[in-house]
């Protein structure tokens, strides 16, 4: 496998991760509060827990990144800063989950069986 083809497969697995968790997160919240989603938990979502999940589930897969590149046995702390290929991967990926929250914001709320 080449470092290109890891390095894609790592970005694509921590992506996974991090739509998969805000999806958990935004069904949970519509779901236990339907009528009361509001702007404030949009907000709160959009500043704190994206930025929160992006740190840890992109962090780990630039560390095993760095890793695979320096042929570690094992995690090894790059004090480096990011590449300029790392910091527009970081950034499109924040402004695309921005824009999925925002329209699942905007949709009418789940409905609720009982």
């Given at each position: 496998?080449?470092?290109?083809?890891?390095?894609?497969?790592?970005?694509?697995?921590?992506?996974?991760?991090?739509?998969?968790?805000?999806?958990?997160?935004?069904?949970?919240?519509?779901?236990?509060?339907?009528?009361?989603?509001?702007?404030?938990?949009?907000?709160?979502?959009?500043?704190?827990?994206?930025?929160?999940?992006?740190?840890?589930?992109?962090?780990?897969?630039?560390?095993?990144?760095?890793?695979?590149?320096?042929?570690?046995?094992?995690?090894?702390?790059?004090?480096?800063?990011?590449?300029?290929?790392e910091s527009l991967v970081?950034?499109?990926?924040?402004?695309?989950?921005?824009?999925?929250?925002?329209?699942?914001?905007?949709?009418?709320?789940?409905?609720?069986?009982?």
């Amino acid at each position: 496998m080449t470092p290109t083809a890891a390095t894609i497969l790592l970005y694509l697995g921590a992506l996974f991760l991090t739509v998969a968790t805000l999806w958990f997160f935004s069904y949970v919240n519509q779901t236990i509060s339907p009528k009361q989603t509001d702007l404030r938990d949009f907000l709160v979502l959009i500043g704190v827990v994206v930025p929160f999940l992006m740190v840890i589930y992109f962090g780990f897969a630039i560390s095993i990144y760095h890793t695979i590149s320096l042929r570690a046995t094992w995690l090894t702390a790059d004090d480096t800063e990011l590449t300029f290929s790392e910091s527009l991967v970081l950034a499109v990926t924040y402004v695309g989950l921005s824009g999925w929250l925002w329209l699942r914001w905007r949709r009418k709320p789940i409905a609720v069986d009982k």
